[in-house]
Nanobody
Framework: QVPLVESGGGLVQAGGSLRLSCAASGRTFGNYVVAWFRQAPGKEREFVAAMTRSSSITLYADSVKGRFTISRDNAKNTVYLQMNSLKPEDTAVYLC????????????????????WGQGTQVTVSS
């Protein structure tokens, strides 16, 4: 197992920013694809952003393009999600994930492609 622990969530007004972090303990996930997903109450878990180990491939959901940025520090076993210009519809539990592969492609947007998940951190955006 590669336990993943998210932090940085909270309550913010619309237009504000938050930076989420996801730290991996145990085995390094420096060689893996990493991603952020989110799940709002009563909705399916949806893809937000993902990147390969070298950052050569980075994907974003259309709904967050231009506002969110995924990044990683492999030396620290940590992945980040910088969220700017937040909207009430961004309210959800945000979860980080990693897969036992560094192969890039459209599969990076698929929930079932990931092997490890964190417990999530709540992000609430007020209008």
């Amino acid at each position: 197992q590669v336990p993943l622990v998210e932090s940085g969530g909270g309550l913010v007004q619309a237009g504000g920013s938050l930076r989420l972090s996801c730290a991996a303990s145990g085995r390094t996930f420096g060689n893996y694809v990493v991603a952020w997903f989110r799940q709002a109450p009563g909705k399916e878990r949806e893809f937000v952003a993902a990147m390969t180990r070298s950052s050569s491939i980075t994907l974003y959901a259309d709904s967050v393009k231009g506002r969110f940025t995924i990044s990683r520090d492999n030396a620290k076993n940590t992945v980040y999600l910088q969220m700017n210009s937040l909207k009430p519809e961004d309210t959800a539990v945000y979860l980080c994930a990693s897969m036992r592969s560094d192969r890039g492609g459209d599969h990076m947007t698929v929930r079932d492609a990931y092997d490890y998940w964190g417990q999530g951190t709540q992000v609430t955006v007020s209008s």
